[in-house]
């Protein structure tokens, strides 16, 4: 009977939640022995969630083709006039809308 697992996957499995551990608990420690953050450091940690949306988002809007693309261009003018949920209501319409219509 085999086993369910390699022993190699559950290394590598246990190697990156440890490394993501370390790095998450590394930088609440870094920030938190610090009197004050300095600016460049604020600044560099203000710029985190407009980078985590962009390495999300950009993939899908290059490979994700004409339907994806255009609901994301759709979904960004409606998210500068409305609130997030109704802006999400309006990408999945038009996707729904483009995929029937594209095929």
């Known amino acids: 009977m085999e086993t ?22 590394g ?6 022995r610090m009197k004050r953050i300095p600016p460049r450091a604020e600044a560099a940690l203000n710029a985190v969630p407009a ?4 390495t999300l988002v950009a993939p899908a809007a290059v490979t994700g083709g004409l339907d994806v693309t255009l609901t994301m261009a759709v979904a960004l003018l409606a998210g500068l006039r ?6 999400l209501g309006v990408g999945w319409i038009v ?7 594209i095929g």
């Open 4 to 25: 369910m697992f390699h022993t190699q996957t559950l290394l590598i499995i246990a190697a990156g939640a440890i490394a993501t551990y370390l790095t998450r608990i």
């Open 51 to 54: 980078a985590v949306l962009t």
């Open 82 to 87: 409305i609130s997030l949920l109704p802006m």
């Open 95 to 101: 996707v729904m809308i483009l995929r029937h219509v």
């Open 27 to 32: 930088g609440y420690v870094f920030i938190t």
